[in-house]
């Protein structure tokens, strides 16, 4: 099979016309992210997302041009030419490398997937044939691609980075390590200028057929490794979903350029946050995903604390860890080890627990990193495990977060108790005890937003954040509630102010202008 990729030249005016027909007949078939779940179903429409496809084929054995078009570009199976031409403009299509005929019949050339952006926009993601993320096969391909030079389409990280990343509008973004082009032409939609690289000169060519077949217009794509790219260039936001799996280097030398570095242990992500501050403008953020290792009688956040640049704010989450067992079976899968044979396969399956213990590693960290060039002389640092759900996208959180960050550390106790703050939204009350007990054991406050934080809190604190409604300063509340419970209004106005700043500091809080919400923009307003 061929391994030439289709053309899409948005400079050249018929082969942009030429496109844009494609993307209408895509679009008047309804081969969009809605069009698929209304034909395939809910269960289908999952299980293609975990890349089984028997559900699929079941739902597409009719001649309608969806159908059609799901067997092409997503099941990748062959299509006769007749039902195809219902569908398609074929001959363009041909033409310009998205098809190739044989016989009576014709096949795609690429992964086209459906892809719906943040405000509702119809899009479509190029990849590799064979390359659906999520399968527990592994990652196949399909021809006679050089399986080290295979370029992934959209899954799980691609888009909980994309959920995360802050969208304020910016002048330049770039998008290091761009893959099929899913950060870039969301950047596309918030910054004037986006660039993309790629260390995989296949990648760079799939990243401009996504942004051409979904209507983003151009990216400046360039070839290179890590920020070699752009040398001395600076950037409003950059983002990266890198090739951060932590592997052994493979005995022929060769390795899977969409997911493994080419450095040892999690040194490539490590490298990538410290060199990120010299690309990054003031106030620019940088956010990407990564691996790190957990390492023998080393503490991971104080690993994590140790990358963060001079002169960065940073937000580190740790979303999840494996020990190096669950960690090495993951990897092996996708790389398609187990159909290799038990005796090759133990004998990888070793070299990634020799690579490991040789690193004193016990376990590998997945998770988030944020950093915000505040130029800070003391830098706000904060690394943190949290696992459980949250609601994307997060953009906006990370903004408040770091809003908050910025209060707390121009604001001493003295200016804490004078501020005024509000309780956020969405914030509720849960009181824990024994059925029946006259009071609650405990009282937790829980957000229903965002990160979905919970956070035990005394009496004083349910009560204090229960009233916060920016009427009134913090100093003045806690001596009404000293009036109430008969405390000491002295004493408590000293216990409380740490308390407080917790409260801020995770997002149950968020201070506002003297006289509530209506009376001035405080942090996140």
Known sequence: MSTHLPTADVQDPESHDRTARL????????????????????????????????????????????????RLFLLQRPVELRRARTALPVAECLADGWLVQDGDEVRATVDVRPYGGPEGQDWWIVSDLGCAVGGAGGIRGVGDVDRSELVLGVGGASTTLAGITVRRPVTKALDLGTGSGIQALHAAQHATRVTGTDLNPRALRIAALTLALSGAGTADLR??????????????????????????????????????????????????????????????YCQLL????????????????????????????????????????????????????????????????????????????????????????????????WPHPVEQPLGEVVVRHFERRDYLRATDDAALLAGHFRLADEVVQEQVGLPGAEDPEHVVLRQNRGMRRATKVDTVGAGFAGVCDGSLPAGRILDAIAQLVGEDPVLLRDRTPASIRTLVEQGFLEPVAAGGPGAGVGVGD
Not at 31 to 56: N, Q
Not at 272 to 281: G, I, K, P, R, T
Not at 349 to 363: H, S
Request: proline letters at 4%; charged letters at 25%; glycine letters at 10%.
């Open 23 to 70: 993307r209408a007949a895509l679009l008047a078939a309804a081969f969009t992210a809605d069009g698929l779940l209304d034909l395939l179903g809910a269960s289908a429409y999952a299980a293609l997302a975990r890349s089984e496809t028997v559900p699929a084929l079941r739902a597409t054995r009719g001649d309608s041009p969806l159908e059609t078009l799901v």
């Open 223 to 284: 070839e290179g490794s890590l920020f070699e790219p752009v040398a001395g260039e600076t950037y409003d936001l950059i983002v990266s979903n890198p090739p951060f799996v932590i592997s052994p280097r493979p005995a022929d030398g060769a390795r899977l350029t969409y997911r493994d570095g080419g450095m040892g242990g999690d040194d490539l992500c490590r490298t990538l946050v410290q060199q990120s501050a010299a690309h990054l403008n003031d106030g620019g």
């Open 290 to 385: 990564a691996n790190w290792q957990h390492v023998a009688g080393e503490e991971w956040h104080e690993r994590l604390r140790s990358w963060v640049p001079r002169g960065c704010d940073a937000w580190i989450v740790q979303r999840e860890v494996q020990d190096i067992t669950q960690y090495a079976e993951l990897w092996l899968r996708d790389a398609g080890a187990h159909r290799a044979g038990a005796e090759a396969y133990a004998a990888q399956y070793d070299a990634w627990l020799d690579e490991f213990e040789a690193r004193k590693t016990r376990a590998v960290g997945f998770g988030w990193i944020t950093l915000r060039k505040s130029g800070s002389d003391s830098p706000s640092v904060t690394v943190e495990e």
